[in-house]
T-cell receptor, first 115, second 111 residues
Framework: GAGVSQSPSNKVTEKGKDVELRCDPI?????LYWYRQSLGQGLEFLIYFQGNSAPDKSGLPSDRFSAERTGGSVSTLTIQRTQQEDSAVYLCASSLGLNSGNTIYFGEGSWLTVV | SQQGEEDPQALSIQEGENATMNCSYKTSINNLQWYRQNSGRGLVHLIL?????REKHSGRLRVTLDTSKKSSSLLITASRAADTASYFCATIIQGAQKLVFGQGTRLTINP
């Protein structure tokens, strides 16, 4: 597609339920990132995929969070047993890689509300 | 701790004035990027400046980088109401593989 596509745009879920957020990166981009942004805050790094390398999971806040990237393209971020503090915008981005000069393109985000 | 810290956290100016936002970082970087975010949704890449560059221009945007002070500034000249947004700096730490963002500056342009 023309840009990074994320779904759903908005998700309201009950506390304790699991949610899956999807990201379709720009075709050909080998690098994919997930960030979380709470209201009025900066972006919090969650996880980074680069090609076939092991992902950098250092930003995942707890073992309730996991992400996978199938076939080097689409990625799914899963949050198990959601808590109210998980409410935030989850932003996905992709790029050709993190070499100097490669622009990172963001999707519009998935707004998650846990009630 | 945050790699990039923007200053000020909020800035309100009149349309037509220039807006200057600053970013400081802590460790050596490969490059520094500025992004804009409208209404808490997706970020739009504005400009990238490499560690060996000191100044870069793009339209009404001017970015400077001082690696000795570990700081960068974003200047928006002749501001417009449509420039109202949050602006973030982001850095790629040398040896790391992730883009680290600051907390952002919330810019409001008053008509």
């Amino acid at each position: 597609g023309a840009g990074v596509s994320q779904s759903p745009s908005n998700k309201v879920t009950e506390k304790g339920k699991d949610v899956e957020l999807r990201c379709d990166p720009i075709s050909g981009h080998t690098a994919l990132y997930w960030y979380r942004q709470s209201l009025g805050q900066g972006l919090e790094f969650l996880i980074y995929f680069q090609g076939n390398s092991a992902p950098d999971k250092s930003g995942l806040p707890s073992d309730r969070f996991s992400a996978e990237r199938t076939g080097g393209s689409v990625s799914t971020l899963t949050i198990q047993r959601t808590q109210q503090e998980d409410s935030a915008v989850y932003l996905c981005a992709s790029s050709l890689g993190l070499n100097s000069g490669n622009t990172i393109y963001f999707g519009e985000g998935s707004w998650l509300t846990v009630v | 701790s945050q790699q990039g810290e923007e200053d000020p956290q909020a800035l309100s100016i009149q349309e037509g004035e220039n807006a200057t936002m600053n970013c400081s970082y802590k460790t050596s970087i490969n490059n520094l990027q500025w992004y804009r975010q409208n209404s808490g949704r997706g970020l739009v890449h504005l400009i990238l400046i490499r560690s060996n560059e000191r100044e870069k221009h793009s339209g009404r945007l001017r970015v400077t980088l001082d690696t000795s002070k570990k700081s960068s500034s974003l200047l928006i000249t002749a501001s417009r109401a449509a420039d109202t947004a949050s602006y973030f700096c982001a850095t790629i730490i040398q040896g790391a593989q992730k883009l680290v963002f600051g907390q952002g500056t919330r810019l409001t342009i008053n008509p």
